[in-house]
């Protein structure tokens, strides 16, 4: 029925890039975000326990019920869940808080749109997205660098745009990239942890995490990039003492505000990856049993289970369609042995500049994406060796 549809299309709210936000957003993120600063801690609303709230599900602090293992969510299947719930809250409290604001201030007017624009926020409000995984949105998203309380002390200072964010960071030992080389490695990288490295059922979500198992059994593909090398490339420099209060620790992370912007781009990207041909999600018990409390936007607190997670729709939610150059970005691998023709010569070294005549193995991943291929019949991935030679 259209009259129906159309009305559950306008119950769905967007979460669009950060980088194309405008300032009335920025302002009305940044208005929310003070107001949840200036809940008194023992709010369970309020931004210090909103980043408690994070910290009680990672580093182990609390033990399973009934068992002596610790729990943590992270380096798991548990991974995307939890954290999708988490922002769902965090959401919700954010756009509760506008709502109420808005209510307050307009006290005593006699405007009849009112209650009407205080409906609005609590049903259209939507946190951001960090759009890394796109060349124009990879520097850290204006609105956080710039509007003071999304703002962080805790950052490596060499990182505020317009720095272009590292999805490999830490993995190698160069000088900063030019942003257009950064651009491909980036892509090389999105392409590893969606596509060529995430074809198995946990090498994506992560390893199966049940009760009264040790804690990070493994990570998914994505988890370990862009997620983690991200983490730190916000936090504090490796050798710099900020004290481990930086993005780049568990407990600490969502003290900085850019935390939510940046999980709400894991968030899309398990989106994304389960639309993907042959994805599909887990359909495991114990994954789909697991439960998490939280605090909603009443401070009352709720248990919720992984199962209903799994549609964002179903949460009232979906992410706005971006271009994602990563799709195409097969990615080239050097073999450890010298190619068959010229292998008298040394190896080329990837990313050093060719003074001298070497060579090397090529393998190209020809999984086709976006082809018509049925869902049920995953292609298997297909490495094709070239040899080749630089002289
Ligand atoms: Cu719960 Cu980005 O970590």
Not at 105 to 121: K, R, S, Y
Not at 186 to 203: E, F, G, H, Q
Request: aromatic fraction near 12%; include cysteine; charged fraction near 25%.
């Amino acid at each position: 029925v259209k009259g129906q549809q159309d009305q559950d299309v306008d119950l769905v709210k967007v979460r669009r890039p950060a980088h194309l936000a405008d300032a009335k957003y920025g302002e009305r993120l940044a208005l929310a975000y003070s107001l949840m600063k200036a809940l008194p801690d023992h709010d369970p609303r309020s931004f210090t326990q909103q980043a408690n709230i994070h910290c009680a599900y990672c580093n182990a602090a609390y033990q399973q019920l009934n068992s002596t293992q610790r729990f943590q969510v992270h380096a798991s299947w548990l991974f995307f869940p939890f954290h999708r719930w988490y922002l769902y809250f965090h959401e919700r409290i954010l756009a509760k808080l506008l709502a109420d604001h808005d209510h307050d201030h307009d006290h005593g007017h006699d405007d009849l749109d009112l209650d009407h624009d205080h409906d609005l926020d609590l049903d259209h409000f939507a946190l951001p997205f960090w759009n890394y995984d796109h060349p124009d949105g990879a520097s850290m998203p204006w609105m956080y660098a710039h509007l003071a309380p999304l703002n962080e002390a805790h950052r490596d200072p060499d990182h505020s745009p317009p720095s272009f964010a590292a999805i490999d960071y830490l993995t190698y030992n160069a000088e900063p990239r030019t942003h257009s080389a950064q651009a491909r490695e980036n892509n090389a990288y999105l392409y590893r942890a969606m596509i060529r490295d995430s074809d198995s059922k946990y090498s994506f979500h992560g390893k199966p995490y049940r009760h009264g198992d040790s804690p990070m059994p493994g990570y998914g593909s994505a988890e370990k990039y862009p997620h983690n090398t991200l983490h730190l490339w916000i936090g504090s420099k490796p050798d710099s003492s900020m004290g481990g209060l930086d993005m780049g620790f568990f407990y600490a992370s969502a003290r900085d505000p850019l935390f939510y912007p940046h999980h709400a781009a894991m968030d899309r990207l398990w989106e994304v990856w389960s639309r993907l041909p042959g994805n599909a999600h887990l359909r495991d018990e114990d994954y789909l049993n697991t439960e998490f409390a939280f605090y909603n936007e009443h401070a009352e607190m709720v248990r919720v289970k992984v199962r209903d997670a799994l549609d964002t729709t179903d949460l009232g939610y979906v992410y706005e369609d971006v271009p994602m150059p990563w799709v195409e970005a097969v990615p080239v691998r050097l073999s450890h042995g010298a190619a068959k023709i010229g292998a008298k010569h040394k190896v080329c070294k990837m990313g050093k500049p060719i003074r001298k005549p070497c060579s090397a193995v090529l393998h190209r991943d020809h999984r086709k994406l976006g082809s018509s291929s049925s869902s049920s019949s995953k292609e298997k991935e297909e490495e094709e060796e070239e040899n080749l030679y630089i002289g």
